[in-house]
């Protein structure tokens, strides 16, 4: 019978690998899953991430701006839950199956994760061309577009996290 494992494990492995690989000489720069939100696709550092879960049931929290989603009990960690399409003026996200909850790495001592809509697996940000002239926000490390010409942003997690109105829920 096969061995079961759970999500946390895989994805622990899977950091592992990425890291020995980074050690073996490989680019740490292919260390980013790709996500979509909204209609964009983003790149996230795997480090900025201390785990990928199934949107779990969310509390509302009343007299909070509409992209704050609510509150989260993942294994009796409260985390704030910030539907990032919407916060990037996007729609809403539609949550289906295919939704997950990024959870922000702890060193940035912000108890909170990012909804998007679904995973689209590691990228390796060296194969894509960086789009310049752009003014981008301090939380969009760069852009790029990919082999098939499509724009993907990378996340500056920490620009993130120093935004006051990402740290502003409240109305």
């Known amino acids: 019978m096969a061995r079961k494992t759970s999500l946390r494990e895989f994805q622990e492995s899977v950091v592992a690998r990425l890291q020995s690989a980074a050690a073996a000489g ?9 996500v ?11 480090s900025d991430v201390s785990e990928v879960i199934p949107l779990p049931k969310l509390l509302a929290v009343p007299l909070t701006r509409r992209w704050f989603s609510g509150v989260a009990n993942v294994r009796g960690v ?6 990032f399409s919407d916060y990037l003026a996007g729609e809403p996200t539609q949550v289906n199956m295919d939704s997950r909850l990024l959870l922000i790495h702890p060193r940035y001592s912000i108890n ?27 939380w969009v490390a760069a852009e790029y577009t990919d082999p098939d ?3 993907w942003k990378e996340l500056r997690m920490q620009g993130l996290v120093a935004q006051p109105e990402f740290l502003s829920v409240g109305i």
């Open 149 to 151: 010409g499509q724009i």
């Open 78 to 83: 409260l985390y704030g839950v910030v539907d």
């Open 112 to 138: 909170a994760g990012l909804v998007v809509h679904h995973m689209l697996g590691l990228k390796n940000p060296e194969q894509f061309q960086v789009v310049e002239g752009h003014d981008l926000p301090e």
């Open 26 to 34: 490989a680019s740490a720069v292919s260390s980013k899953v790709g």
């Open 36 to 46: 979509q939100i909204g209609n964009e696709r983003w790149l996230v550092n795997l």
